[in-house]
């Protein structure tokens, strides 16, 4: 069932976006060759509970940490480790939320480590803008098809491999709500965007194949080929005049 929110929802909803983003901000800063993946996520768990949140991944579906953090050719759910240690050509996809007054925020984003190869630059830069792309398309009237073929139509376009097996999702009381909301798909089809509907918008995208696997830790999701990934992702809500980006810090 898709929820849609009230004005004085929203405004919860803000605040926890607004942590959520700010966490990301720090941990983003944090991101240098040397650091390990657990430190970094200290920094986010510090962050959140300094602004009197929780971290909403913690323990959810028994998830260990306050952030997921995935290197390279890891997509998502990188588990936080005192052994994984940053080095410079890394690229660091990190996610995370906050959770306060009852309400979710979700973000991801992903850094550069160091001096990183064009490579790897024009990945996340294909991957941030098609972010942009499908938040421009979030507007009322239209229908989840048009955000997902937004993803999916500019970063083929960019010969990038678009993940199929985990998508966006609805955000509010629950950190995943309906809809789903995925990076691929046909415009003008599925959920009809109303004004009041709030939705985590996450392209996944990988340099090579579409195709991943989950490593034996049964979190860490990798691309098939070993080829890089990158991650970014924002809490929006759809009001009457159009998209509004809920985590800013
Ligand atoms: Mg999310």
Not at 98 to 126: H, P, Q, W
Not at 134 to 143: D, T
Not at 214 to 221: A, I, M, N, R
């Amino acid at each position: 069932m898709v929820v849609l929110k009230t004005s004085r929802e929203l405004a919860l909803m803000k605040e926890a976006c607004r942590i959520s983003a700010g966490a990301l901000k720090v941990a983003g800063e944090a991101v240098r060759p040397g650091i390990s993946t657990w430190e970094i996520d200290k920094i986010a768990y510090d962050y959140i509970k300094s602004q009197g949140a929780e971290p909403n991944f913690l323990g959810l579906y028994g998830f260990p940490a306050t952030a997921c953090i995935s290197i390279n050719d890891e997509v998502i759910h990188g588990i936080p480790d005192k052994k994984r240690i940053l080095k410079s050509g890394d690229i660091v996809s990190i996610d995370l939320g906050a959770k306060i007054a009852g309400y979710n925020g979700d973000n991801a984003a992903t850094f550069a480590c160091g001096e990183i190869s064009d490579e790897a630059k024009r990945l996340m830069d294909v991957t941030r803008e098609s972010l942009c792309e499908a938040i421009r398309a979030a507007v009322p009237g239209g229908k989840i098809g048009d955000i997902a073929y937004a993803v999916q139509s500019y970063c083929e376009k960019h010969g990038y491999g678009v993940v199929r097996e985990y998508t966006g999702h609805g955000i509010g009381k629950a950190l995943h709500e309906d809809p789903s909301v995925p990076n691929f798909g046909t415009a003008g089809r599925g959920v009809r965007l109303l004004p009041g509907m709030t939705l985590a918008i996450e392209p996944m995208i990988n340099q090579g194949t579409a195709r991943v696997k989950v490593l034996p830790d049964g979190w860490t999701v990798k691309t098939l080929d070993g080829k890089l990934s990158a991650h970014f992702e924002h809490t929006v809500a759809i009001t009457k005049d159009g998209p509004v980006i809920l985590t800013q810090p």
